[in-house]
């Protein structure tokens, strides 16, 4: 099995998932609370990444970062190498590529906070960044825990972005589902099944975690 | 003396409705009075400020909140304005003490918890401090409301329809421990409901909204009890509404006859400068007729009027009785009363209206 792809793929996922979280949150609480006309627009451009299939987006990740853009000149000018299949492509392609599955859940949980709990916030002296942090965001947790697992998990399981802006180098870009279809590629099926396996075992169990977290079958009914 | 709150707003939310209101209210409870869709609690938005008024001012004593021609708009977080919504807002996933220490991150965690303390004690929350809104009563939860904007120390405080759904002893209950704290802090009040019950039992001072306008304003006294409009009496609890025509008048007893319009009926009511042969409306109180199963002889009220009983309803502690004589009213009598009288439907009744319960009001 191949134990480097499996925790390069871990530590993409965490990285990812911890920036989505810190953009896609402003990012949510924008798209809710805006009365800006425009703003289908932007929720337009967040949710590209549903549609778009893999190798568009990662075609255009790859020429912002290529070393005739703007970005990857000023990439390599600061870090002396370009950003084109190194680890930090994986990881601002991923984030671009997992931008709907962190920024849905969290402002579908903004939107569901009662005004008039923002109101009574305000009418008691409260800022903006208060109310935030003391209602909106505890009222919201479950769709910002929703947000973050499903950024995570889906980074996890990402392939077509990988391929195309990342490569195939193993310890900086080979992750495991390159790693996988390398497996086969090669008929080493019994080692591809066991990697792939393992994937699905802990996909599965991240996801049934986030669900028991939010349905909290344990608890005991509430009574109204 | 306590700054006093003065405003004049003008805001227009839709091509149909446009508030345009100016009011200034002392220390001490005004109540804001008016149907559903009249207006209030836009009025109130616009003095909190989470609603931006088109024109006009709102200050409290020398302190100005609001001025669009000076362009001032200050927020509602800086406006010290204590504000109960009619779903109370408590937030869920605080305890009530939590929900009462909101307000007050600005003091000491000493003093926060000695007001929290007062407060909650004055009205009766106690015991209720380490709960969350979602499991206690009803009554408690509009009192933890009330607790959590009056801890505060607002300068003014709003409270829109913060007792509706509560049984009348509660509300009760509720408004003394209000009215005591106010005596202490007085600071004005203005209390919105579309209650007429409560704009007797609550107000020194009562300003009608109707679509957007005040309509009356005054103590509950002078604009209740001789509504010179009819939606006025429709909302001070009137509700027979008759048109009729006047057959004779007597200045000297100071009455006038006028008879029901398509009926053979007269009514004596109070003389007014209307012509002989001029149409009037009488509005008359469902509680201000008596019901009788027997004619009535040796009576002071000169209204007797025969009729059959079409239909009587409960509602709460009131049976409502439809009488037929020659048109409708309705009567209102106690479940005591109604069985004590053995009516039936098509029982003939008499009805028994004195002359001063009948008020004239404008076509």
């Known amino acids: 099995m191949d134990w480097t792809a499996i925790a390069l793929s871990v530590k993409l996922a965490a990285i990812v998932a911890v920036i989505l979280l810190a953009i896609g949150l402003p990012i949510a609480y924008w798209l809710t609370f805006s009365r800006w006309r425009g703003r289908f627009l932007i929720e337009a451009v967040v949710a590209l990444p549903l549609v778009l299939p893999p190798t568009v987006l990662g075609l255009y990740v790859l020429l912002a970062i290529g070393s005739r853009s703007p970005i990857g000149r000023a990439w390599t000018a600061w870090t002396g190498h370009g950003l084109a299949f ?7 392609a991923s984030i671009l590529y997992s ?126 | 003396m306590t700054p006093r709150l003065a405003a004049s707003v003008r805001k227009r939310l839709s ?48 302190t100005t909140l609001f001025d669009a021609a000076r362009g001032i708009n200050v927020q509602p977080q800086r406006r010290k304005i204590g504000y109960v919504f009619q779903q109370l807002a408590l937030f869920p996933h605080l305890s009530v003490e939590a929900n009462m220490a909101y307000g007050l991150a600005h003091l000491t965690e000493a003093e926060r918890r000695e007001r929290i303390v007062s407060t909650a004690d004055r009205f009766g929350i106690a015991h209720v401090l380490i709960r969350k809104p979602g499991a206690i009563s009803g009554g408690e939860r509009q009192r933890v409301a009330l607790a959590r904007a009056l801890v505060t120390d607002p300068r003014v405080l709003l409270l829109d329809e913060p ?62 009890d001789a509504p010179a409009h009819e939606t006025l009496a429709q909302l001070a609890g009137f509700e027979n509404f008759f048109t009729a025509t006047v057959t004779a008048k007597q200045p000297d007893a100071g009455v006038m006859q006028c008879r029901l319009d398509g009926t053979a009926t007269d009514l004596e ?95």
């Open chain 1, 99 to 224: 931008l709907p599955f962190a920024v849905q859940p969290i402002a579908s949980a903004f939107s569901q906070v009662d005004v008039s709990l923002l109101e009574a916030s305000a009418t008691l002296g409260a800022s903006r960044w208060r109310t935030f942090f003391r209602i909106v965001l505890p009222l919201s947790i479950d769709g910002v825990v929703t947000g973050a697992v499903l950024s995570f998990a889906h980074t996890l399981g990402e392939f077509g972005v990988v391929l195309m802006v990342g490569g195939n180098l193993p310890g900086v870009t080979r992750t495991v589902s390159i790693a996988i279809y390398d497996q086969v590629q090669s008929f080493q099926y019994a080692s591809a099944n066991a990697t792939a396996l393992l994937l699905l075992v802990f996909s599965f169990a991240v996801l049934a975690a986030v669900y028991a977290i939010l349905r909290k079958p344990w608890a005991v009914p509430a009574l109204s």
């Open chain 2, 15 to 62: 091509d149909q409705f446009t508030l345009d209101v100016a009011l200034d209210a002392a220390e001490g409870i005004t109540i804001v009075f008016g149907a559903s869709g009249s207006g209030k609690s836009t009025l109130l938005r616009c003095l909190a400020g989470l609603l931006t008024p088109d024109a006009g001012q709102v200050a409290i004593g020398s």
């Open chain 2, 269 to 363: 009511i109070p003389l007014a400068d209307t012509e002989l042969g001029a149409p009037v409306r009488i509005a008359i109180r469902a509680g201000d007729i008596l019901l009788a199963n027997q004619e009535p002889r040796g009576l002071s009220a000169r209204n007797v009027l025969q009729g059959t009983l079409a239909f009587t309803v409960r509602e709460g502690a009131t049976v409502v009785a439809r009488v037929d004589a020659g048109v409708f009213f309705t009567v209102h009598l106690t479940p005591s009363a109604m069985e004590t009288l053995h009516l039936r439907q098509k029982s003939p009744v008499w009805l028994v209206v004195k002359t001063h319960s009948c008020r004239q009001v404008a076509l």
């Open chain 2, 163 to 224: 007792l509706s759904g509560l049984d009348h002893a509660t509300q009760s209950r509720i408004m003394e421990d209000l009215r005591a704290w106010n005596s202490a802090h007085d600071i004005p009040i203005l209390y919105v409901t579309h209650s007429h019950r409560e704009v007797f039992a609550l107000g020194e001072r009562v300003v009608v909204l109707e679509d957007g306008r005040i309509l009356a304003a005054g103590t509950p006294q002078d604009v209740m």
């Open chain 1, 86 to 92: 190194t680890f930090e492509a994986l990881v601002f």
